[in-house]
């Protein structure tokens, strides 16, 4: 993936009147349906922080989680596999494919898959990998990426899958979703009863049952993991939990921040291939275990992030994300634990621009079901990038003035009186809009409040000279 | 195969938790997470099961579970129709009811032409959760996985004792000691649904668009 600017990118997004219209009803309305469906419970913020303490216990053993995951796996007789790179990773599911003679692969929605990027790498070998989640095949047929975590193809108008159904498919132009659907379905069907091979990521995994957790509103989650007679989950080695309950709590928060559902219709439980006097399910069962970059970010700074559960609740909250859409992120993860993730994963230096493209709201945090605080990450990770950048003498010596200035009453009060009088001349209504030299990087984009005409040391004073004031509340 | 070692990653791992700061607590309390402790489970079930999409009918008994199901069958102008082969609640009555007249009943589909144009399938269920309203089937040699995905119209028999309150409670019926839960467990809220084009809903997308719950009081 190459990195790119996201600036750019995203002031052409935000020209985009199509896409703006189709991201601002997609975004509030699963944000409205969070909040509601949020409501409904008895103590949602202690269910969040509940949530929070799972995830974050489960990663504080993840050793020894992921080696009983393995040990309950290979009992079950399905077989493990360890991958330190997306290379390795791809690399054995292609040797899969191989050994077991597979050529048509069905998959269901993996963001996995997608950072790896799998289908490439299948299709590079000869296979013909089909993605099945409705709004994934349409991106696919395409050849888009996914624009959104949980709804692939929330920047895409019905006129436009219709036209593209129209050509891919051959089938009437309609613009009735139940028809385009119907249409998708009669091929989709026939790919699974045709597979040789299925592939998902992985939700949650469960340690002490050694049950892979897989959610899907379709029902091709069931086709991809029970159909075929190979199947393969590929696995971010962060998604483990410990306990059934563990799960349970998730699975409450996971559908009801997601989509603003209580349950996704399915929720899928894997636990080895199938099993003996059994009539269907797969007959071999692998699961891949990804690192890809998740050990290093586990012994760093940052490994809150490794909690997310991918519900993309974040995404449809940012007031960035709800403007600009997935794509101009240029990343399998966009809005604000992408802001994170990407440079984690993929490069800090060259993704530096994206912890900066956030006005840290905070309405991530609140929208989080475990309670990633993602405006406090973002900062830590830009303090981390500006050691570097403002490491010069010139830097140095700039900070050092500014805190000459502040650190004496006097100098203070005699720079803002400065400040004051120079602002005021460039005001009006109480806002600057156009500021020369170095404060032109700021008005260019955003306005910059005038000052108070009574400054807040003078008032303070007043109110404390003031017999008629009351003592501030403790 | 490619990839590396168990032992490599897992050092990984142990190395970045050495090194770095991820801690939590030593005990989570998963109880206060319960949304349903108590009250009338088949009401809690219903409703939520409704408002999911699911249709909900009641039957006192088996013989009215048969009748029921048999009405169904003929509502959806079925011709082939998939039991699974069971034991499960009134399963014997329906299979009785079905019977004679000109519908194809098949516990054992003998190919796949017969699994896929299948109109109705009908199973039994393991459990039935009263906070999300959801089904929950577990599959065995006597209850495939094919059976309620398949075919268009999915018809589920629920005994009234079958539905537990919490998914807290069905995560408890997993725990170390208890039967094992076998290859694969589903977990049914409402018919296969998408909001992929332009947020408008689409039932029957992939799995069943209709699905009928028969609660049997006896």
Redesign the interface.
């Known amino acids: 993936m190459k990195p790119g600017r996201f600036g750019e990118q995203a002031s052409a997004a935000v020209q985009d009147q199509v896409l703006l219209r ?1 991201l601002d ?2 975004t509030r ?1 699963q944000h409205d349906g969070r909040k509601e469906l949020l409501a409904e ?3 949602a913020l ?2 969040r922080t ?1 949530a929070s ?11 020894v989680l ?2 009983q995951l ?1 040990d309950n796996i290979e009992h ?1 007789g399905g077989s ?5 790179t997306p290379e ?2 791809r ?2 599911v292609v ?2 494919a191989g050994q077991a003679g597979a050529k048509l692969i069905v998959k269901s929605k993996s963001m996995l898959s997608e950072e790896i990027e799998l289908n490439d790498a299948l299709a590079a070998a000869g296979l013909e990998p089909v993605e ?4 994934e095949y ?1 991106v696919q047929l395409a050849g888009q990426k996914p624009s959104h975590i949980v ?4 920047h ?3 006129g436009q ?1 219709a036209r593209l159904l129209q050509e891919k498919l051959g089938i009437d132009y309609t613009e009735d ?2 028809a ?2 119907r249409a ?2 009669a091929v ?2 026939e790919k ?2 045709a597979a040789d091979m299925g592939i998902s990521g992985v939700n949650l995994a469960v340690a ?2 050694g ?1 892979l957790c897989t959610v899907t ?4 989650g ?2 991809v ?3 075929p007679p190979v199947y393969v989950a590929v696995m971010g ?1 962060e998604k483990v939990v410990e ?7 998730l ?2 928060l996971l559908a009801r921040s997601a ?1 603003g ?21 797969p007959r071999e069962f692998h699961l ?2 990804v ?1 890809a970059g998740r ?2 970010i ?4 940052f ?1 809150q992030v490794l909690k997310c559960i991918r519900c993309g609740a974040c995404l449809n909250a940012c007031p960035v994300y709800r403007k600009v859409g997935g794509h101009a992120y240029q990343s399998v993860y966009p809005g604000p634990i992408g802001k994170l993730l990407t440079p984690l994963l993929d490069s800090l230096r060259e993704r530096a621009e994206l912890p900066h493209a956030s006005s840290l709201c905070g309405a991530c945090f609140e929208a989080c079901p475990v309670r990633i605080d993602i405006p406090h990450l973002l900062i830590r990770m830009r303090r981390l990038l500006e050691d570097d950048r403002y490491s010069g003498h010139l830097a140095k010596m700039a900070v050092r003035m500014w805190a000459w200035m502040n650190t004496s009453q006097a100098r203070y009060a005699a720079s803002s009186w400065m400040g004051r009088h120079f602002l005021d001349a460039a005001a009006t209504d109480g806002w600057c809009r156009d500021l020369p030299l170095l404060a032109a990087n700021w008005t260019q984009y955003r306005d910059f409040p005038a000052m108070a005409e009574t400054p807040f040391h003078k008032l303070w004073n007043q109110l404390q000279s003031d017999d008629r004031s009351q003592p501030c509340p403790e | 195969m490619p990839g590396v070692s168990r032992q490599h990653i897992l050092g990984r791992v142990r190395d970045a938790l050495q090194r770095g700061k991820a801690a939590g607590p030593d005990r989570v309390d998963h109880n206060s997470a319960r949304i349903v402790a108590d009250g009338d489970f088949v009401r809690r079930f219903t409703a939520m099961a409704s408002d999911a999409g699911m249709q909900i009918h009641q039957a006192a008994d088996a013989s009215q579970a048969a009748r029921l199901v048999a009405d169904l069958v003929q509502q959806a102008g079925a011709h082939r129709v998939l039991i699974e082969p069971g034991p499960f609640v009134a399963r014997d009555s329906i299979a009785e009811a079905l019977t004679g007249g000109d519908i194809e009943l098949v516990d054992e589909p003998s190919n796949d032409e017969v699994l896929f144009s299948a109109d109705v399938g009908i199973t039994g269920v393991h459990a039935a959760i009263a906070e999300t309203g959801s089904l929950m089937l577990r599959a065995g040699p006597q209850a495939p996985r094919m059976i309620s995905l398949t075919p268009p119209v999915h018809v589920a028999l629920l005994a009234c004792g079958q539905i537990v309150g919490d998914l807290l409670d069905w995560a408890s019926s997993h725990a170390p000691g208890k039967q094992p839960a076998g290859t694969y467990e589903i977990l049914i809220t409402g018919p296969s649904k998408t909001a992929d084009i332009e947020l408008n809903l689409v039932t029957g997308v992939h799995g069943p668009g209709e699905v009928h719950v028969v609660i049997v009081r006896d």
């Open positions: 189709a009803r997609a309305r419970l008895p103590d202690g269910m509940l303490e799972i995830r974050e216990r489960a990663l504080s053993r993840l050793d992921l080696a393995a079950a493990v596999h360890w991958a330190a390795q990773a690399q054995i040797d899969i099945t989640d409705l709004g349409i709804g692939p193809a929330v895409l108008t019905t899958i979703p139940t385009l659907t998708a379905r989709l069907r699974f009863r002490e049952t049950a509103n379709e029902g091709n069931r086709f993991t029970s159909r080695m306990s059934m309950a563990d799960l349970a709590v699975l409450k989509t559902q209580r349950s996704t219709v399915y929720t899928n439980l894997t636990m080895g291939p199938r099993g003996a006097g059994e009539t269907d399910g891949v275990i690192d050990s290093e586990l012994g760093g700074p490994w």
